[in-house]
């Protein structure tokens, strides 16, 4: 944060909402998972990369927080290219935690690292697919489609609706 006021632009590069950082100034007192916190300096550009991956929600949300301050947002990015948390991989976390019993790992499940398991099998659904309705639609029916299977057939949890995840 110290740096950040010097930065002209700060990059969130990796990881996903599971871990945050507390920012204390004049604006206010505000708990950030995705947004990077160059975002209180009006010369800083803010990036969230395609190394990240992104809960839309959780995004939302501080934008609305940091919004509602008024913050500029103008200058946040975020990479077309960035997958995107969706609720079958915090389902899916959790239910694999539960699994595990006295092994669990600890996670925080929020999905990130069944996100990023999609992205290394090149099946995620990214921001960009955000763009188009037709391409969203065709893009998580195809993950709904296996996701649905683990669901039934290793963790016995009924299917996910498409029409309810689209929404």
Same mark, same amino acid.
């Given at each position: 944060?110290?740096?950040?006021? @010097?930065?002209?632009?700060? #990059? @969130?590069?990796?990881?996903?909402?599971?871990?945050? &950082?507390?920012?204390? !100034?004049?604006?206010? +007192?505000? %708990? =950030? &998972? /995705?947004?990077?916190?160059?975002?209180?300096?009006?010369?800083?550009?803010?990036?969230?990369? !395609? $190394? #990240?991956?992104? !809960?839309?929600?959780?995004? /939302?949300?501080?934008?609305?927080? =940091?919004?509602?301050?008024?913050?500029?947002? *103008?200058?946040?990015?975020?990479?077309?290219?960035? &997958?995107?948390?969706?609720?079958? &991989? +915090? /389902?899916?976390? $959790?239910?694999?935690?539960?699994? %595990?019993?006295?092994?669990?790992?600890?996670? +925080?499940?929020? $999905?990130?690292?069944?996100?990023?398991?999609?992205?290394?099998? %090149?099946?995620?659904?990214?921001?960009?697919?955000?763009? *188009?309705?037709?391409?969203?639609?065709? @893009? =998580?029916?195809?993950?709904?489609?296996?996701? !649905?299977?683990? =669901? +039934?057939?290793?963790? $016995?949890?009924?299917?996910?609706?498409?029409?309810?995840?689209?929404?």
């Amino acid at each position: 944060d110290f740096l950040a006021e @010097r930065a002209n632009v700060v #990059v @969130r590069f990796s990881g996903g909402d599971n871990a945050g &950082h507390t920012v204390i !100034n004049p604006y206010g +007192t505000f %708990r =950030l &998972h /995705l947004v990077p916190s160059g975002i209180f300096y009006s010369g800083t550009t803010c990036i969230i990369s !395609n $190394g #990240v991956v992104v !809960n839309p929600a959780v995004l /939302l949300k501080e934008i609305d927080e =940091l919004q509602s301050h008024g913050l500029d947002l *103008s200058k946040l990015l975020v990479s077309d290219r960035a &997958h995107l948390i969706m609720p079958y &991989h +915090t /389902l899916l976390d $959790g239910l694999e935690e539960e699994r %595990r019993g006295k092994g669990a790992i600890g996670t +925080t499940r929020r $999905g990130v690292g069944p996100a990023f398991t999609d992205k290394v099998a %090149r099946m995620g659904i990214r921001a960009g697919d955000l763009l *188009s309705k037709e391409e969203l639609l065709n @893009r =998580l029916k195809e993950s709904l489609e296996l996701k !649905n299977i683990i =669901l +039934t057939k290793v963790y $016995g949890h009924p299917p996910l609706v498409l029409e309810e995840i689209f929404e």
